[in-house]
């Protein structure tokens, strides 16, 4: 038997809004199922953190600008923890005469890349656009740690 | 991939496991480290959690007042140039740590927003407003407002190419 479009207009189901409370509800089962894939991170984070210090990470610049802006993409990609952190080591590098292409490259990469982080990447939002994803930080990392260097050194 | 309705199934069950285990044999080789880790990562919880408070309240705030639909219309292929900007600004003024903010992106995205502009949001979050000021006083005016406007620029680029990459692999 034929149903009736119009009766079908009339009790819509996608234009009855569901009341914010089961709403709220959906999105905290959402985040609850990812507990295992947060947890899993922030257990990495901590372990990383105890076993590889900054200042080790730090020791690895070689005073070369060019291979130093590459480190200091690796190492801040490589490091975890709050950007503050990553300031207080940027500065302190600068001040051992390490060069501000390799400073620079390490703030940047400290927030927008993290290897720690990579698997959990993968699983949300899928391989192919975590790769693309990170190639680009990586290049765009060291892009605009040159450029802002060479601009400074313009106008100073 | 992604949950709908009432199913439900934990994700990262083999992260979790393997970190786990990782740690259980930790204790076993050198259970100061284990304690010291697992005191880190309890640090880094508690430290997100009303990050991640907020992040839930936003999401539940954006699926009340936003069909699907709506959502599509307004983050996915038709949206104007506008919601790059407000990709750019919500990256700028985001908190914590990239990963708090997965489920929330995939939520969006599993309703239709477009991958460029997560790119767009995850690589301007290197600018953090509140901490401008101590960037300032370690680096300068001149370093903080330069490395502002290419970090801002360089985002909205990155999130042109993935999109582009994208598009150029589908019609391979």
Known sequence: MKKDPMQNMK?????????????????????FGMAPLLLGVIGLVGLFQVLVTPKMLASLFRGNPLADTLIGTLIGATAAGNPVVSYLLGGELLAQGISLYAVTAFLLSWV????????????????????????????????????????????? | MKKQGTSF???GKYLFLVVSIFYAVLFVVNSETAL????????????????????ILFTALLNYF?????????????????????ALAAGVISHGPMYAWYPMLDDLRSH??????????????????PLLPMMVDYFG??????LSFYL??????QGWLLEFLERKELFR
């Open chain 2, 9 to 11: 199934a934990f994700r």
């Open chain 2, 36 to 55: 010291a880790g697992l005191q880190k990562s309890s640090a880094v919880l508690l430290k997100i959690l009303p990050i991640i408070a907020v992040v």
């Open chain 2, 112 to 129: 239709g927003m477009r991958d460029g502009l997560i790119v767009v949001f995850f690589a301007s979050r290197a600018i953090k407003v």
């Open chain 1, 112 to 156: 927008t890349l993290g290897f720690i982080q990579l698997p959990a990447e993968v699983e949300v939002f899928g391989g192919r656009f975590t790769l693309y994803r990170n190639i680009l930080a990586f290049v765009f990392t060291m892009l605009i740690a040159v450029l802002t260097t060479l601009t400074l050194q313009v106008f100073s």
């Open chain 2, 152 to 157: 801002l620029t360089g985002a909205l680029v």
């Open chain 1, 11 to 31: 009790h819509k189901p996608s234009d009855r809004r569901p009341s914010f409370g089961k709403v709220l509800q959906k999105s905290s089962l959402s985040f």
């Open chain 2, 141 to 146: 005016w001149a370093f903080t407002l330069v």
């Open chain 2, 66 to 86: 936003m069909q699907p639909r709506q959502i599509a219309n307004h983050l996915g292929r038709e949206s104007g140039a506008m919601v790059w900007l407000w």
